[in-house]
């Protein structure tokens, strides 16, 4: 079974039913919705409800499209403590009312020394992975009494939560059954490339993270002059398609695949190119039976 899903935000900022109609033209299962990205008026801070947050999921849902992912993507550990106690604040209200959505995952990506989450030589250090175990814990505490899942993207070199060994680490130092990963294999393949193939790259991160995994996010990328350029719609770059997509169906079975950098122009292509890898696997697979 392979549930496709689009980011909305990739598609346009528009009122709900139109946004809802935008997506359901891909022929998707799904969507990453970030309210404060993909809504032409989004909320603000403070303002969610339960009324609110049912008439979006409805919106949707007539469309036979559910919300995978509530994106809420902050910096949790912003350099100014005011800044994010704000953030801090808009994502545990995003948890409170996350199941109103339909909606059990909330995502965000970890951050970095610097307020835009670019590269900074201090997010590297064990002081900053601290304040982000700080700031989880407090998250991972609201998520716990809301029924709700933090669900935590790492991204390679860059942010605070950088390889597939930190994630480990994090679920040994939290074994909360709020703690979600969103897994972007992509987003984990460091600038100067893997020093493994891709099978074993992918199978590792599966294999210790896979009870974890809630979501996962989809593009391509390339090595050029030794460096990566990633952010590449599916199926333009060097991903190892048929192998990747086959240890998912294999390991975790309907699992939202979410398309980012995907968009008008090239959506659709996207959509048909995952769908017609998955079929050749399932074709050769049942030829091997």
């Known amino acids: 079974m392979l549930r496709i899903g689009l980011r909305a935000h990739d598609y346009g900022s528009l009122p709900p039913a139109e946004l809802a109609q935008t997506i359901a033209a891909y022929g998707v299962e799904s969507v990453q ?21 049912r008439s979006l999921r409805r919106a949707f849902e007539e469309k036979g499209i559910a919300i995978a992912v509530l994106g809420c993507y902050i910096n ?9 106690e704000r953030g801090l604040r808009l994502f545990e209200e995003h948890l409170r009312f996350s199941r109103d959505f339909g909606c059990s995952l909330v995502g965000t990506e970890t ?25 989880l814990e407090r998250l991972l505490n609201t998520a716990e009494k809301c029924g ?27 074994p909360s059954p709020a703690l979600a990963f ?14 493994q193939g891709q099978e074993e790259f992918f ?13 996962v996010h989809l593009k391509d990328f390339r090595m050029e002059g030794g460096k990566k350029t990633g952010d590449l719609p599916a199926g333009t770059g060097e991903l190892d398609w048929p192998c990747l997509l086959k240890l998912l169906m294999e390991k975790k079975p309907g699992v939202d695949l979410l398309l980012e950098n995907s968009g008008p122009v090239t959506g659709r292509g996207c959509v048909a190119f995952l769908r017609e890898t998955a079929a050749k ?9």
């Open 148 to 174: 709700s899942m933090v669900g935590i993207e790492a991204v390679a070199d860059r942010h605070t939560l950088s390889s597939i060994e930190l994630m480990e680490k994090l679920i040994e130092r939290f």
């Open 281 to 289: 696997i399932i074709d050769k697979k049942s030829e091997e039976i």
């Open 76 to 84: 949790p550990v912003h350099p100014g403590r005011d800044e994010r």
């Open 111 to 135: 951050g970095s020394c610097n307020p835009d989450c670019s590269w900074h030589p201090d997010t590297k250090k064990r002081e900053t992975f601290d304040l982000f175990c700080a700031s």
């Open 203 to 215: 199978r590792e991160a599966l294999d210790t993270l896979g009870s974890r995994i809630m979501a």
């Open 33 to 53: 919705l970030a309210l404060s990205k993909a809504l032409s008026r989004p909320p603000a801070a403070g303002s969610l409800s339960p009324g609110y947050a």
């Open 182 to 195: 969103i897994y972007d294999p992509v987003n984990l393949i460091p600038g100067g490339g893997l020093s």
